[in-house]
């Protein structure tokens, strides 16, 4: 679930390094990455739903990934209501 300053995302292409380009649920596309702390443990595809928590500052151009959802976790959260986005 998400809590307070973190949105949903669709990542829509792989940069290299880490780092992607996600389509976030306020209709802004952010460069985002994967923080070192969770890097082995998250494998981020393209067409993956994730949460993301924006930067403090260039909130609105940069992000992290802070969480990779699985497919039977996006139909559950689409069933509560609480995913309205479409991959």
């Known amino acids: 679930m998400p809590r ?5 995302g ?8 880490a780092r992607m380009i996600v389509q976030c649920e306020d209709a ?11 890097k082995r443990q998250v494998w981020v595809k393209e067409g993956d739903i994730v949460l993301i928590e924006p930067w403090s500052v260039q909130g609105d ?3 992290d990934i802070t969480y990779r959802y699985t497919r ?3 139909e559950k959260l689409r069933q509560r209501g609480i995913l309205k986005m479409q991959i």
């Open 72 to 74: 039977l976790q996006v």
């Open 61 to 63: 151009e940069k992000a």
């Open 4 to 8: 307070k300053g973190e949105i949903f």
């Open 28 to 38: 802004k596309e952010r460069m985002c990455r994967v923080p070192g702390s969770i």
């Open 10 to 17: 669709i990542v829509l292409a792989l940069q290299g390094g």
